[in-house]
């Protein structure tokens, strides 16, 4: 098994330009989620899905969106790219809600 | 608002020593307590995750110690080795609902 696989792991975008950061796990979990990471603030949660056709947001999803056709599949857009995203992104899955399993991240630079 | 409060910010630590991370939390409708591990380039890992039923739970050289009635739980680590060394975020969910994370502890395990 490969668990949850994130691409690309290093991504540079302009300001204004969108992107698909893309999540995809090969244990049949249920909920999946998108954090990202800053210094000094540990991880937050953007969106959140328990099921396919199922998303929440988190709690900073504000420039992000989801959706999730798929029970192996999560991906995260960018609408519009901003400084202020540069961070640490990264996607974890779960079969009941407890002990995410994460990928390995995707570092995102808006310049 | 930050819902879990994690300290310290950073810890140094003699080899065979104990480490101890502590985490606050206000909302008392939380039932779920993990500690995760995270290496430099890589994603959290779980490590140890507790109830609010129990009061200790041990793997290994890793400890939860869960205060109710205070809303604080630690981790604790005996004889702390250099491989312990890592950042650690302690975490809070309400049922499988979203994972509140804390803001990290950089710990450094010197010989």
């Known amino acids: 098994n490969a668990g949850v696989t994130q691409t690309p792991k290093f991504q540079v975008l302009k300001t204004g330009q969108s992107m698909t950061l893309q999540c995809a796990q090969d244990?049949?979990?249920?909920?999946m989620s998108w954090y990202r990471q800053d210094p000094g603030m540990g991880l937050r949660l953007i969106h959140y899905s328990v099921g396919a056709g199922i998303t929440d947001q988190g709690e900073v999803p504000n420039g992000y969106n989801v959706s999730r056709s798929t029970t192996e599949d999560f991906p995260l857009r960018l609408l519009s790219a901003a400084p202020s995203q540069t961070s640490v992104y990264f996607c974890?899955?779960?079969?009941?809600?407890?002990?995410?399993?994460f990928g390995s991240g995707t570092r995102l630079t808006v310049v | 608002q930050q819902q879990v409060k994690q300290s310290p910010q950073s810890l140094i630590v003699q080899k065979g020593g104990i480490s101890i991370i502590n985490c606050a939390y206000e909302n008392t409708a939380f039932d779920y307590f993990p500690w995760y591990q995270q290496f430099p380039g890589k994603g959290p890992a779980l490590l140890i995750a507790i109830r609010p039923d129990v009061s200790e739970k041990k793997e290994g050289r890793f400890t939860i110690s869960f205060n109710k009635s205070a809303k604080q739980f630690s981790l604790h680590i005996m004889d702390s080795q250099p491989g312990d060394s890592a950042t650690y975020f302690c975490a809070a969910s309400t049922g499988n609902e979203k994972l509140t994370f804390g803001t990290g502890t950089r710990l450094t395990i010197i010989p």
């Open positions: 244990m049949n979990h249920e909920y």
């Open positions: 974890a899955s779960s079969p009941q809600g407890f002990g995410y399993t």
